[in-house]
Nanobody, 126 residues
Framework: EVQLVESGGGLVQPGGSLRLSCAAS????????MGWFRQTPGKEREGLAA???????SYADSVKGRFTISKDNAENTLSLKMNSLKFDDTAMYYC????????????????????WGQGTQVTVSS
């Protein structure tokens, strides 16, 4: 059974940093492409960063230069390092997995991923 468990969310001041983690189990992690998404009430889920099974990354313009995605195939973990956080970054953050290669033009589409975690809340507030 595929399981994805996010952690690392919390309350942070504007300009601060957080590191989110996603622990993966139940599947051959290294053969999967992974992504980070976020959602706020009333809005569609937004793709932020993705890394395919070859290690190539994609970023949304809204987070490019501030967020960094990384995939540890030895530890079966996915991370999202978030710097220079803004009020608008407040959301529930989710990791997602899809078996095999996900091309860059589809990497930030939620519909491209079959498996999802339960999410971790990030709140940016002063």
């Amino acid at each position: 059974e595929v399981q994805l468990v996010e952690s690392g969310g919390g309350l942070v001041q504007p300009g601060g940093s957080l590191r989110l983690s996603c622990a993966a189990s139940g599947f051959a992690y290294r053969t999967y492409s992974m992504g980070w998404f976020r959602q706020t009430p009333g809005k569609e889920r937004e793709g932020l960063a993705a890394i395919d099974n070859y290690g190539d990354t994609s970023y949304a313009d809204s987070v490019k230069g501030r967020f960094t995605i990384s995939k540890d195939n030895a530890e079966n973990t996915l991370s999202l390092k978030m710097n220079s956080l803004k009020f608008d970054d407040t959301a529930m953050y989710y990791c997602a997995a899809e078996h095999g290669f996900v091309s860059a033009d589809q990497a930030l589409r939620p519909s491209r991923y079959a498996y999802w975690g339960q999410g971790t809340q990030v709140t940016v507030s002063s």
